[in-house]
């Protein structure tokens, strides 16, 4: 095994590992807020390992670049639901 492709195994895995630490977390943590503070933090940093990951791999400029869309895609959706996720369980708390 090659150390660029020992690189991407390595980034992949750290990748999953901050996935599932925050699946951990939205389990565990107390509130709404945090909650969604910590599962946006950590599934940005696992998507953006991941996708490090798989450029290493990547066997042409345009696969990297869909790789490089598809994580911006993801990136913008996950802020964007986190925030209206959020405002949502701060409107859902001042009703109580």
């Known amino acids: 095994m090659s150390p660029l492709q020992?690189?991407?195994?390595?980034?992949?895995?750290?990748?999953?590992?901050?996935?599932a630490v925050g699946a951990v977390a939205l389990v565990r943590f107390p509130d709404a807020l945090s909650r969604l503070h910590a599962v946006s933090k950590l599934a940005?940093?696992?998507?953006?390992?991941?996708?490090?990951?798989?450029?290493?791999?990547?066997?042409?400029?345009?696969?990297?670049?869909?790789l490089l869309f598809v994580w911006g895609l993801v990136w913008v959706?996950?802020?964007?639901?986190?925030?209206?996720?959020?405002?949502g369980a701060v409107r859902n708390e001042r009703r109580r």
Request: aromatic share 6%.
């Open 77 to 87: 959706a996950g802020a964007t639901g986190g925030q209206l996720a959020a405002r």
């Open 44 to 66: 940005s940093a696992g998507m953006g390992l991941t996708v490090m990951g798989l450029l290493l791999r990547a066997s042409s400029v345009f696969l990297a670049l869909k």
């Open 6 to 19: 020992l690189l991407s195994v390595l980034l992949v895995v750290l990748g999953a590992c901050f996935f």
